[in-house]
């Protein structure tokens, strides 16, 4: 059965270091990986997805996220955090064939100044 | 681009009542989602449409939800009647297509049923 799992429902990080937010999927084929934020009282935002080739995947606010084959992960990461980076972080799947995404519970991160 | 619009973007009503959510896709995009937030529960997706066909709606409910997508520029999703567990934040998003699309979200309505 395709899963995605955020293992960390939190996530604190001092501004200007670097953030990590975690995703690791199942899937029987070709996953198909997204990653969308989720500002106080607004609708999701894209921000970045794999769907094949370069493991680095550049989006935008300068996420990026790489793509682990090996350990079934899709991390979310920022060389360096912004206080306005604060916001809920979701992860999503989609197993191919046209399928709807299945998606993770979601991290709240927190940058501190 | 306007972006997904939903409307109302606040709604407030009683239990027992019909409740009708409003949803105006991007222009050009071919499906259409609907999803429930709640901090219980998370992000739920409740039903999708391409090309103005439902496609899966197993996320729905009960009986008590339907949605309709009568061309592509408008979708609708009633409660009727409406039960205080309703009460939630209801997004719509579009995306070109199915599958490898990132989808695009409206910015949702709460509603809260008493």
């Known amino acids: 059965a395709q899963s995605v799992a955020q293992p960390e429902d939190q996530v604190n990080v001092a501004e200007g270091n670097p953030l990590t937010v975690k995703c690791t999927y199942s899937?029987?084929?070709?996953?198909?990986l997204f990653w969308y934020v989720q500002y106080p009282n607004r609708g999701l935002q894209f921000l970045l997805k794999y769907i094949t080739g370069d493991n680095l995947v550049k989006g935008s606010y300068g996420f990026e996220a790489e793509f682990n084959k090996s350990q079934t992960s899709f991390h979310l990461k920022k060389p360096s955090a912004l206080v306005s980076d604060s916001a809920l972080y979701f992860c999503?799947?989609?197993?191919?064939?046209?399928?709807?995404?299945?998606w993770g519970l979601g991290t709240s991160l927190g940058v501190n100044p | 681009d306007a972006g997904v619009i939903q409307s109302p973007r606040h709604e407030v009503t009683e239990m027992g009542q019909e409740v009708t959510l409003r949803c105006k896709p991007i222009s050009g995009h071919n499906s259409l989602f609907w999803y429930r937030q709640t901090m219980m529960r998370g992000l739920e997706l409740l039903i999708y449409?391409?090309?103005?066909?439902?496609?899966?709606d197993s996320g729905m409910p009960e009986d008590r939800f339907s949605a309709k997508m009568p061309n592509a520029s408008f979708s609708t999703l009633k409660i009727q009647p409406s039960e205080p567990r309703d009460s939630a934040v209801y997004f719509c998003?579009?995306?070109?297509?199915?599958?490898?699309?990132?989808?695009?979200f409206g910015p949702g309505t709460r509603l809260t049923v008493t």
């Open positions: 998003a579009s995306s070109p297509g199915q599958g490898l699309y990132e989808q695009y």
């Open positions: 449409f391409n090309n103005n066909v439902p496609i899966d």
């Open positions: 999503a799947l989609n197993a191919g064939n046209n399928r709807k995404l299945i």
């Open positions: 899937v029987s084929g070709n996953p198909y």
